[in-house]
Nanobody
Framework: QVQLVESGGGLVQPGGSLRLSCLTS????????IAWFRQAPGKEREGLAC????????NYKESVKGRFTISRDTAKSTVYLQMNNLGPEDTAVYYC????????????????????????WGQGIQVTVSS
């Protein structure tokens, strides 16, 4: 059973930074796409960044490129999302998600498209950007 546990959220002032962590366990598929999503009140869940387990390649939503960085520490089974220059529009619940496949092509496609239908989700963590 895949388990994803997010941490690192909280309140930050505009222009500040946060690093979210996603501790993963139970990842038994051959290949994975692991992504960060967020959902603000009244808005749809959106994919922000994704990393492919096969080669560590990444993909980003255009609006967060240059501000957000996804990375992984395989030894710690953890995926991170470094968020810089945060603004009030970044206020949302942030989710870690994983989708496994026997096909590296399928996993990379999930990373490229980041549809909000990944197979496994964390519980979500609140990020609030406010002065």
């Amino acid at each position: 059973q895949v388990q994803l546990v997010e941490s690192g959220g909280g309140l930050v002032q505009p222009g500040g930074s946060l690093r979210l962590s996603c501790l993963t366990s139970g990842l038994t598929s051959d290949y994975y796409a692991i992504a960060w999503f967020r959902q603000a009140p009244g808005k749809e869940r959106e994919g922000l960044a994704c990393i492919s387990s096969s080669d560590g390649s990444t993909n980003y939503k255009e609006s967060v490129k240059g501000r957000f960085t996804i990375s992984r520490d395989t030894a710690k089974s953890t995926v991170y999302l470094q968020m810089n220059n945060l603004g009030p529009e970044d206020t949302a619940v942030y989710y870690c998600a994983a989708d496994g496949s026997i096909s590296v092509t399928t996993a990379k496609a999930m990373c490229f498209m980041m549809p909000p239908r990944f197979a496994s989700w964390g519980q979500g963590i609140q990020v609030t950007v406010s002065s």
